[in-house]
């Protein structure tokens, strides 16, 4: 690695041309000091938050290979700086690069528990569960600040509605006793998402996120206390981390994980160039061989959109990590299964309210 030419504590290196257009907004300076944690000095451009003010909160998912229905994202960006996250590539939409911007320009929807709660109070509205980070990680450091995801739970707990958690932060910790008691009516299940057991990995792959010994804590705790929990072994990245498909199936397992899932990493859109920018900065060495990889699992290119094939790739490498995988589930994860979530509590709930008047 080559930290000497890095930006320190950011995971893009650049921000590349927004395939839109160019947007300037007048935005309010804010702390960040993440990096000085991890005992690293941050570049000099701060984290900016920015209040937007959306129409609905609740997004329709209609990608088939996704499994979820709905959901939901308290903030847009994220100061994780994940530099393989498929989200990047929204922040274009709002004007913003999909590469640095992503990271330092975080957009806070204050608004979020209020369109919540009218959705789901709606006589149309038929309960389905909805996920929290669809998109990006609502327990991202922000949300110590401006606790809209905390909100938004207290929302699910009121009127008994099933919600899903995607997180790889920590913080969602400070909500225990909010999940106990969704966890008490089956109305919550947490994915965990955990990349690598190495802290070095760790650190270049997401500069900003809670430690893997962290990480692991939040699993046992959580499990410990009655809440369902997923581990997101995603995405896999050939030679990055894919040698550690079974040492981290077998930890999570130990820690209380009830199953796992995952991808190998697809460079969609902009983050093709800003992961090739990146690798080539930080893993000099293995660049090309990375990237060639990554290829070979998807039919020659950093990136493959067909339904089906995306997410779990094809050719020689793809098949080895799938069967890692399918072995993994078997042998640690034998008998272990997450429930489904209860859907039929908000119904009655509902329809109890509603003969009220």
Not at 105 to 111: A, N, Q, S, W
Not at 199 to 223: C, M, Q
Not at 345 to 356: A, S, T, V, Y
Request: charged share 25%; proline share 4%.
């Amino acid at each position: 690695m080559n930290p000497k030419s890095t930006i320190k504590g950011r995971g893009a290196q650049l921000n590349v041309p927004n395939r839109f257009f160019e947007l300037s907004h007048e935005m309010r300076d804010d702390f960040l000091e993440f990096c000085h944690k991890e005992g690293e000095e941050s570049d000099k451009n701060k984290t900016l938050y920015l209040e937007v003010f959306p129409k609905t909160i609740v997004n329709k998912v209609e990608s088939p290979d996704i499994g979820m229905a709905y959901s939901m994202n308290p903030y847009q960006g994220c100061e994780h700086g994940c530099i393989y996250c498929y989200a990047r590539n929204s922040h274009e939409y709002w004007g913003y690069s999909a590469g640095l911007d992503f990271e330092r320009r975080i957009l806070v929807k204050k608004d979020a528990p209020k369109l919540l709660e009218e959705l789901i109070k709606k006589k149309t509205w038929k309960t389905h569960p909805i996920v929290m980070s669809g998109n990006t990680d609502c327990y991202q450091p922000a949300e110590k600040q401006f606790e809209i995801t905390r909100k938004c739970l207290e929302v699910f707990l009121k009127y008994k509605h099933p919600v899903a958690i995607i997180t790889k932060n920590a913080l969602i910790l400070r909500d225990l006793e909010l999940l106990k008691a969704l966890g008490k009516d089956n109305l919550i299940g947490v994915n965990i998402s955990i990349t690598s057991l190495s802290e070095d990995i760790r650190r270049v792959l997401e500069p900003r996120t809670t430690t893997i010994a962290k990480r692991l804590e939040t699993v046992k705790t959580l499990s410990e206390n009655g809440i369902p929990v997923n581990v997101m072994l995603a995405p896999i990245i050939p030679s990055i981390n894919s040698h550690e498909i079974l040492p981290l199936a077998k930890v999570v397992s130990e820690h209380g994980a009830l199953s796992i899932a995952h991808t190998i990493v697809r460079l969609n859109g902009a983050i093709g160039e800003i992961f090739t920018d990146w690798i080539k900065k930080t893993m000099p060495d293995r660049a090309d061989k990375v990237l060639h990889q990554i290829e070979s699992c998807h039919g020659g290119n950093l990136n493959d959109s067909r339904y089906g094939t995306r997410m779990h790739g094809e050719g020689k490498i793809a098949e080895q990590i799938n069967s890692l995988v399918k072995m993994a589930r078997h042998k640690y994860f034998k008998g272990k299964v997450m429930p489904k979530l209860n859907l039929e509590l908000h119904e009655q709930f509902k329809d109890g309210q509603l003969r009220l008047f």
